[in-house]
């Protein structure tokens, strides 16, 4: 357990340098994300950095709760480190307070040296104006739907065309009775099998997830995918069906989860 003050930010080491920065990203985004609603996650690939990333909750609720529930959870073969940040992120501090400049912003740069910038000073404060152009963008988009808790997914239009489709193009019918087998429907299409197994592998008894393209559009005429996913038993299948059946993937996506 983290000695040091509870923070809403979590930092979180150890974790695997060897994982692509958005998909490390994306995939403790979808894993913390069940704990409470979040304001950003900030992974580095920097040389002082790797194996470290920051997330930010919106509240302390959410931030204890991941905390005690991820602490030593392998995530990429790897036991993950948690303990609370030891400051507040510049997410946070913007949501307490929309007047908030960020130390590293050009505007303190230049009251504390307002002689003209040369070239290499221009190219930092371009950097740093589209990150923080960036961070805002998704503390708005978090702040634009309080309908329910959203895992936050790179749109990728080109993943559709790497998924199999199913070999016969039957759907299998719902069924009412618990079943160790799950059928997830309404996925969007940057949905992929590692995705949706960082949801389920949190849940006792989970054994594995295929997700294919669906033969049907959704209601709302868009592609969509599905997915079947196992459990040990009808049991263990019925806990992890009751938490995410109306899981918000990503806006106007909402997960149904069903036994077949």
């Not at 690939?45 to 909750?57: E, I, L, S, T, Y």
């Not at 997410?91 to 740069?109: C, M, N, Q, Y």
């Not at 080109?158 to 070999?167: G, I, L, M, R």
């Not at 054994?207 to 049907?216: I, K, L």
């Amino acid at each position: 357990m983290s000695s040091t003050q509870p923070n809403t930010t979590l930092y979180i080491k150890n974790l695997n340098d060897k994982v692509k920065k958005e998909e490390l990203r994306a995939q403790l985004h979808a894993l913390f994300t069940t704990y409470g609603r979040i304001l950003d996650v900030v992974a580095l690939k920097g040389p002082k950095m790797k194996g470290q990333a920051f997330v930010v909750f919106t509240d302390l609720a959410g931030a204890t709760a991941a905390l005690r529930g991820c602490e030593g959870m392998v995530f990429y073969d790897k036991p993950m480190h948690i303990e609370y940040a030891k400051t507040k992120s510049y997410a946070t501090l913007r949501r307490e307070d929309p007047g908030f400049v960020p130390p590293t912003s050009i505007h303190v740069k230049n009251a504390q040296n307002p002689r003209a910038l040369n070239g290499s000073e221009k190219r930092q404060r371009d950097d740093r104006m589209d990150e923080d152009e960036r961070e805002s963008k998704r503390e708005k988009a978090d702040n634009s739907d309080d309908d329910g808790e959203e895992m936050e997914i790179e749109d990728d239009e080109d993943v559709a065309a790497k998924q199999p489709t199913p070999s016969n193009g039957q759907v299998p019918a719902a069924q009412q009775h618990p079943s160790a087998r799950l059928m997830c429907v309404n996925l969007p299409q940057e949905v992929t099998d590692d995705v949706l197994s960082v949801l389920f592998q949190q849940y006792q008894g989970y054994h594995s997830v295929q997700v294919v393209p669906s033969p049907t559009p959704n209601a709302a005429g868009q592609r969509a995918k599905l997915a079947y996913v196992t459990f040990e038993s009808p049991d263990l299948a019925s806990v992890a069906k009751e938490a995410l059946d109306g899981f918000t993937l990503k806006k106007g996506w909402v997960m149904s989860v069903s036994y077949i």
